[in-house]
């Protein structure tokens, strides 16, 4: 296995690559869409121009990252059929119906009101301009659901029945739709999506605050961002991180003794803070423990036996346990650091000293990059801890991709990928470096263009 | 069931040739009807904000086609597998070059946006035109569903072939050169000065041409795949099909001839539907068509899902097409008028 020669592995590499880049940008957009529609209904209640403009500031923002998001998106459905098509022959007539789904009911609505959400503010007033928000928003979120769902049925395969070919149906849509994990999963995923909009707009807040620029809107995007981000970041672990560890642990116990690298099974068993999986000697190196903790959150009880990679034949174990492990063992730990700082620094806001805590400032504005890579690592557990399998229990990674694509083609299309989304990545930070340093409007538009006639 | 898929799925993809396809021409022509900077932009806000949302066509096509034929999806993506990544990068070219342009106001920055926009849209029009005449001729299936291919041969279109042959190459040709006079007809429609006249004197021009390779290939479609046209003879959808392009072309000359834009715009679009429309119609039930063995030849009825999953989809797909058709409305309304070569009247760019 993963040889150079092995196209299975060219495949997977290449859809992991495209799909890890593609995901900084939606996990934004899902995030900030809802900071946009908070500001445009505080504008609409409040009638303060001051919330229009920072949303007029997001949106040219929000715009940037969707249109990235939208052309590294369109890949990712074309690879089930280069890539995967021994995937999407055997799944395909259950997989295929949400991502369908998507395009019909999130991505048309999407698409169509974003223009409108970053173009349409003078010609839709303030009302028509607050609903395209939402349709955006709303869009965003129901395209986030069919996706989800999606990987839940190969996480938990459910409603789906075995064809006369072998392939798989759907049975139920319902059940398919209403997979438990789906909306599990969901909620965590959605919730860390808000952390990465709320560090990003608090890390903006706190980088004018800082230059002492555009200090009215610095305001705004401290204080959303911290209020937001303290709820979303404590929702992510509970109870939604709490829910997606215990599925695992009822559906996929092998995943969740690899994920926390435990070898042995018995009961008490321990979360380890510290510790290096050694998959050749089966055992946990240096680990330091929390006793019974792992039994408690995954069964609920600290004397539950929790079972051990020993346990289960090798061939059901994940392939990459020390990675796994590590994704995991990072996530968790991030997003107990988001949490202590934005506790902090809502602290430091009830107390009125969240704008002039210089330290807390630095610290917030440095922040932003790790909820991409929490949400980041938290998608590596998911899909590193699937393996070996593509459609759980049912179908081998091994059997899906496909057969009459030669390694080499793979490897082409993998570097013309990474040299493509390289200089994608490159115009990006350009041109969001270009709005960041403009910065917000400080007087609307209009009085700017009555200013230039004048 | 299974014709009906085969109708819908089809419905999608010409519908998205039809709504990108004004895009595609509009770049390529892009140099050619634009000249002064400002004129430049007037094209792209004439495109406008609503790329995206002709592109979920595409990826709406996409899903379907993977949730009711999964094993046509597998087998052709597969099969076509560096053209399609090729179709990929243009398309992320595309959207970038739209996007990228206006955020900064500079003439060499612009220039160069518009160069990549021209190149990436020309590309997609030739490879989606290349991609239609492999469907009419047909690809190395092998007996176990499966085919991989070059990207050309020996051009001959029989037996072991590639991607381009003469025959996909002149169906390129006319995709190029049809989708180059809608786009004109969509601008003519669309812009008001220098960039509308232009557009008109192309559009009459590019639609003659069209016209000419149209018949080329039509020929050409008789002598590559002599079995076709009795098979179409019996479809009474072909008929249909037919009719609808014949409408299609009245409407046209006669919105060209009497410079009814909006009439031109229906015909044109009618039209570059209407054509795939009839193809499929003709091809049907034969999706992938082999060049080795008749008997290699994937139908419809090989490639379906199960019947409990065709019968799922059927149940929200009419409410996801409503819906579309409902922004549709939403959306015509919006950007309804003409884009002057003033910046910003369409509130984009």
Redesign the interface.
């Known amino acids: 296995m993963n040889s150079f020669s092995d196209p299975g592995f060219w495949s997977r590499i290449q859809f992991a690559f495209t799909l890890i880049y593609h995901y900084l940008f939606p996990q934004l957009t899902m995030g900030l869409v809802w900071f946009l529609v908070y500001w445009k209904w505080c504008a609409l209640r409040t009638r303060d121009e001051k919330y229009n403009r920072a949303a007029r500031f997001w949106a040219k923002i929000f715009?940037?990252n969707f249109?990235?998001g939208?052309?590294?998106g369109?890949?990712m459905?074309?690879q089930?059929?280069?890539?995967w098509?021994?995937f999407?022959?055997?799944?395909?007539?259950?997989?295929?119906?949400t991502?369908?789904?998507?395009?019909?009911?999130a991505?048309?609505?999407e698409?169509?009101f974003?223009?409108?959400l970053?173009?349409?503010?003078?010609?839709l007033g303030p009302r028509l301009h607050f609903l395209a928000a939402l349709g955006v928003a709303l869009g965003s979120w129901i395209s986030g659901y069919f996706i989800i769902v999606t990987n839940a049925f190969m996480q938990l395969p459910t409603g789906y029945?075995i064809?006369?070919d072998g392939?798989l149906?759907?049975?139920s849509?319902s059940a398919y739709l209403l997979n438990p994990w789906g909306w599990v999963q969901f909620s965590h995923n959605q919730m860390a999506a808000l952390v990465t909009g709320s560090f990003v707009v608090a890390a903006a807040g706190a980088f004018y605050t800082l230059r002492g620029l555009h200090l009215e809107q610095a305001k705004i995007y401290l204080r959303s961002g911290t209020v937001m981000g303290l709820i979303s970041s404590m929702l992510v672990a509970f109870p939604t991180g709490d829910q997606q560890a215990k599925m695992v642990g009822n559906h996929q116990p092998v995943t969740l003794a690899a994920m926390e690298g435990r070898f042995v099974g018995g009961p008490m068993a321990g979360v380890a803070m510290i510790g290096q999986p050694n998959v050749a000697a089966g055992r946990l190196d240096n680990p330091i423990e929390i006793p019974g903790a792992l039994s408690f959150l995954a069964y609920g009880h600290f004397g539950s036996y929790v079972l051990g990679l020993e346990d289960f034949p090798q061939e059901a174990w994940p392939d990459n346990i020390e990675l796994l492990y590590y994704s995991f063992h990072l996530m968790i730990t991030l997003g107990t650091i988001f949490i202590i700082l934005m506790a902090y620094a809502a602290m430091q806001y009830l107390r009125g000293r969240l704008e002039s805590s210089r330290g807390l400032l630095w610290v917030l504005m440095l922040a932003f990059p790790f909820p991409y890579i929490a949400n980041t690592l938290g998608w590596m557990t998911a899909e590193l801890g699937r393996q070996p399998w593509l459609v759980y229990g049912l179908y081998r990674t091994s059997e899906g991709y496909?057969?009459?694509?030669s390694v080499g083609?793979m490897v082409?299309?993998l570097i013309?990928f990474v040299g493509?989304y390289f200089v994608?990545g490159l115009?990006f930070l350009v041109?969001i470096g270009?709005e960041i340093s403009h910065g917000p409007a400080d007087v609307l538009p209009a009085e700017l263009e009555r200013e230039a006639s004048a | 069931m299974i014709a009906a898929w085969y109708a819908i799925a089809g419905f999608m993809l010409v519908v998205y040739v039809a709504l990108d396809g004004r895009n595609f021409g509009a770049g390529m022509l892009h140099w050619r009807v634009a000249r002064t900077p400002e004129e430049r932009r007037q094209v792209i806000a004439a495109i406008?904000?609503?790329w995206?949302?002709h592109?979920?066509w595409?990826?709406?096509f996409?899903?379907?086609?993977?949730?009711?034929?999964?094993?046509l999806?597998?087998?052709?993506?597969?099969?076509?597998?560096?053209a399609?990544?090729l179709i990929?990068?243009c398309?992320?070219l595309r959207?970038?070059s739209l996007?990228?342009g206006g955020?900064?106001n500079d003439r060499m920055w612009q220039g160069f946006w518009d160069f990549v926009f021209v190149l990436a849209n020309t590309l997609l029009a030739i490879l989606f035109g290349a991609a239609a005449g492999n469907m009419a001729r047909g690809v190395p299936l092998a007996a176990d569903g499966?085919?991989?291919m070059a990207f050309f041969t020996d051009f001959a279109p029989s037996g072991y072939v590639g991607l381009l042959d003469w025959y996909t190459v002149s169906v390129a040709l006319f995709a190029a050169v049809a989708l180059a006079a809608h786009g004109a007809t969509y601008l003519t429609l669309k812009t008001e000065g220098n960039v509308h006249d232009r557009s008109a004197a192309y559009a009459s021009v590019l639609w003659a041409a069209a016209a000419a390779l149209l018949l080329i290939i039509s020929v050409e479609s008789g002598v590559v795949r002599p079995d076709l046209l009795g098979h179409a003879m019996q479809n009474p959808f072909w008929w249909l099909g037919l009719v609808l392009v014949l409408a299609a072309a009245i409407t046209l000359v006669s919105g060209l001839a009497t410079r009814r834009e909006m009439r031109a715009f229906i015909g044109s679009n009618l039209l570059i539907a209407g054509l795939p429309a009839t193809g499929a119609a003709a091809i049907y039930p034969v999706v992938l068509h082999s060049t080795l063995a008749p008997e290699n030849s994937l139908s419809v009825y090989d490639v379906a899902?199960?019947?409990?999953?065709l019968a799922?989809?059927a149940?929200?797909?009419p409410?996801?097409?409503a819906?579309?058709a409902a922004?549709?409305v939403?959306?015509s309304r919006?950007?309804a008028g003409k884009v002057s070569v003033k910046r910003d009247n369409?509130?984009?760019y």
């Open positions: 715009g940037l249109a990235v939208v052309v590294t369109i890949p459905e074309f089930f059929g280069t890539n098509a021994g999407s022959k055997y799944a395909g007539g259950v997989i295929g119906q991502l369908a789904m998507e395009a019909m009911f991505f048309f609505l698409s169509a974003i223009g409108a970053i173009w349409g503010e003078k010609r029945r064809e006369a392939s149906g759907i049975d849509l496909s057969k009459v694509v083609d082409f299309t013309g493509l994608l115009l041109l270009r | 406008g904000p609503l995206s949302w592109e979920v595409l990826v709406g996409g899903g379907t086609v993977l949730a009711v034929f999964p094993k999806l597998a087998s052709a993506f597969a099969g076509y597998y560096l399609l990544f990929l990068w398309l992320i959207g970038i996007e990228c955020h900064i499966t085919f991989s899902a199960g019947p409990n999953s799922y989809a149940i929200w797909w409410i996801g097409f819906l579309a922004y549709f939403v959306i919006q950007y369409q509130g984009f």
